[in-house]
T-cell receptor
Framework: DTEVTQTPKHLVMGMTNKKSLKCEQH?????MYWYKQKAKKPPELMFV???????INESVPSRFSPECPNSSLLNLHLHALQPEDSALYLC????????????FGSGTQLSVL | GNSVTQMEGPVTLSEEAFLTINCTYT??????LFWYVQYPGEGLQLLLK?????DKGSNKGFEATYRKETTSFHLEKGSVQVSDSAVYFC??????????FGKGTTLSVSS
């Protein structure tokens, strides 16, 4: 299994809603990532988890809250988002010793109304 | 600074045409270099990589050579297909830092 699975594929939420994005991989990767990608732009790194611990937070606003409950799962909890947060949210994973070879999920297309 | 610069798109080609997408980088030291591809509605996939100077990465008919003297990693394919239509991202990595992506180049191939 070489897949990174993200759910849901599409999400529409209001600015007062709370929602969560989910990511799962069964490749034994111990590094997992959240990226944000706006249309026609490259992915921007948000968070990195290493061995289920947060190792990088790229100054992301607190309305985005990541969680890594175990080595296969990565969540992104969303609360009080703004319309400008609408984007494709990509999860990725990698081997701890080869963190440049990323395996990406298909993403969650998020629209904030 | 440390960055990746790609040629502006979109690139529009006919099937079987030759493709070049330019990529240059700045970095301290000698980073690994990558090309990722993003097909419509999907996440990014690693297309090829090179880890040291003069290395040539290749996959699915695509090639790129790590040129230290020109700090470049241009992507080439001799004969593109409609199925190659996608966005191509050049990226550099370096131990201890996150992958840095270029802005992406959209390729559109028509039959």
């Amino acid at each position: 299994d070489t897949e990174v699975t993200q759910t849901p594929k599409h999400l529409v939420m209001g600015m007062t809603n709370k929602k969560s994005l989910k990511c799962e991989q069964h490749m034994g990767h111990r590094a997992m990532y959240w990226y944000k990608q706006k249309a026609k732009k490259p992915p921007e790194l948000m968070f990195v988890y290493s061995y289920e611990k947060l190792s990088i937070n790229e100054s992301v606003p607190s309305r985005f809250s990541p969680e890594c409950p175990n080595s296969s799962l990565l969540n992104l909890h969303l609360h009080a988002l703004q319309p400008e947060d609408s984007a494709l949210y990509l999860c990725a994973s990698s081997q701890q010793f080869d963190r440049e070879k990323l395996f990406f999920g298909s993403g969650t297309q998020l629209s904030v109304l | 600074g440390n960055s990746v610069t790609q040629m502006e798109g979109p690139v529009t080609l006919s099937e079987e045409a030759f493709l070049t997408i330019n990529c240059t980088y700045t970095a301290t030291g000698y980073p690994s270099l990558f090309w990722y591809v993003q097909y419509p509605g999907e996440g990014l996939q690693l297309l090829l990589k090179a880890t040291k100077a003069d290395d040539k990465g290749s996959n699915k008919g695509f090639e790129a050579t790590y040129r230290k003297e020109t700090t470049s990693f241009h992507l080439e394919k001799g004969s593109v297909q409609v199925s190659d239509s996608a966005v191509y991202f050049c990226a550099r990595g370096q131990a201890g830092t996150a992958l840095i992506f270029g802005k992406g180049t959209t390729l559109s191939v028509s039959s």
